[in-house]
């Protein structure tokens, strides 16, 4: 591969080699000036553009038409499916199943490809604990650990066994870095982190993709303690390259080159241009600062010509890699279908296991069809394939998908009779026209199941909300059908963590289903009627109220940690209490210290119980590991999956530790009655962290474990790590 790349780049100008460092839009069709820039070698790739015969001109002209022939590379955003969607990334997170995303991927994968597409820019692994950020809903969550796995999986199944294989797809891990901690969970503001998060939480992710493979990054937006990531050398090169040994290539988030100037960081486009290079930015993304600018800069020696040599290296290798120069043309005779049931399936499976049971008061679920009557469906959620297939759905078939009122109708024919009424026109409607008639068939039967949540488009990139809370008038409708007295059964479809504290109170049983793509409503209706046991757990923090953000398990201590007899709660202070008398501890007077719902927490139709747990040695050395065994025994009378979790504290450090850190986790399928052991192992160097001279250490002392279906896993043991 060297060889071949440095022959080429040999043969290549100045220019020719900028052109490869030059990523355009497609804007639907080729167009004259898209033909002559790709003729003259000035375009390295193009994104956005899927029509496969428009993808093979494309090539066509370069590799034809152009001086030495180098294929173009096509982009797209591949996120979470192609054209049969797997629920959003955050959805697959709360499947904590490692071999169920990497299928979703590969199955991705396989569908990219045979439109043309040989690079998606997934997979997203941002860990963020602000659900007001939109792009939550990309992202696997909360925690560096579960985030790394999701990431690794997801770029396992695109690129598949080898990158050169027909139906690889290069992956991009992104928006490096610290996106997650956008200020106020707004997009694209800037973000404080210090040096301790950006290497204990935010990078780790990052560094997983790079041992997964991951072909190339991307530079986030955001601006990073006063560097914009596109123009940070530290991150792109420091970190990346020279700590972590990336061969791969970077590329600009859209017009993030040309933002530096915005950002107040460049002065000229010119100066953006020189920045991103020198800051390791292989290839700009739609603005065109390189192409208009590099050659002038390498002429008046601010870029050295081996700068450019070094980014279009990068840049042939993954094309080489992807085998491009040998197979660049797309010929749809060595794909499967799009759409077809094998694919529809995976995208079940991942629909049904990315479903979290929050709540089942009297264990109303699962419903036997056998003993319905009458059933009503309500909600703007329930019939609406647009809507759940969520965000980044570019390609997505509407066509294809199954909703829940569907599903349902299907699953109860001959049954039970069905009753549907939206209640509101869309997820944000506020008007209360829709409820006489939701109401109406509410009366009418014994069960509802309702169907709320957010549409796709309040989530996602730039979509934020500072309230979230079920929008428009969803809750004031679940409270009316509330009052009915029926069996009531909630499933909520959303793109982050919503609060639904109060939400709660107005149903017996609820589902969180996310966003969860083309088979939703199969998915859904397998859980419902119980032919799928829910497995779900979650990949985020739900809080209690949005004045709690941030909020997520793996915090530091506090010096005065809040307990449950440390605090008064607001309605209960007495009048003029005295000032010292409501608890000195870290809490909010009028939402207390915990969320609504924990990381990792999510219920089953059946109970599991763990036993102790059983250590394999009680004292290692830093370059020893320990077993750690414990039975799981389903005590249920349903099969059902549940997730352990292995969550560690090192009780005493050179710089304070989290309470709890995630570090492994077994999802496992038990028939009633059945006991397995499990066994995890940990190594010394899991337990590694960031000092406070940015140094990765393995300190000795006491740690803490547990294991449990939730963080707050009870099952305990010690060990230590000694010198
Ligand atoms: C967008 C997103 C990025 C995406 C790219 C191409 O602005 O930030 O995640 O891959 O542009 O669509």
Redesign the pocket.
Known sequence: MGERVKKLLAKMTLAEKIGQMCQVAGTGGISQGLRNAVREGKVGSV?NETDMATLNEIQRVAMEESRLGIPVIIGR?IIHGFQTMLPIPLGQAATWNPDLIRKGARMAAVEGRSAGVHWT?AP?IDVTRDPRWGRIAESPGEDPYLTSVVGAAMIEGFQGKNLSDRDSLAACA??FAGYGYSEAGKDYAYVNISESELRNIALPPFKAAVDAGVATF?TA?SDINGVPATGHAYLNRTVLREEWGFKGFVVS??DSVIQLITHGYSESEKEAARASVAAGVDMEMASQTYLYNLAALTEEGKISEAMIDECTANILRVKFELGLFDHPYTDPVHFPEKGNPEHLDIAEDAARESIVLLKNDYNVLPLNPDNLQNVAIIGPMADDAHEQMGTWTFDGKEAWCRTPLQAIRERLKGKANLHFAKGLSNSRSRSHEGFAEALDIAAKCETVIMFMGEEAILSG?AHCRADINLPGAQNELLAKISKLGKTTVLVIMAGRPLTIEQTGHYTNAMLYAWHPGTMGGPAIADIIFGDAPPSGKLPVTFPKHVGQIPIYYNQRMSGKPATHDSFTYIDNIPQRAPQTSVGNTSFHMDVGFEPLYPFGYGLSYTRFHYGDVRLSAHEIKADESIEIYIDLTNTGERRGAETAQLYIRDRFGSITRPVRELKGFKKIWLDPGQTETLTFTLHADDLAFYNAENKRVVEPGDFDLWVGGDSRADRHAHFKIIE
Do not use: G, S
């Open positions: 994104l955003d820019f997203m992104k928006h991307m937006f988030d859209w990139e």
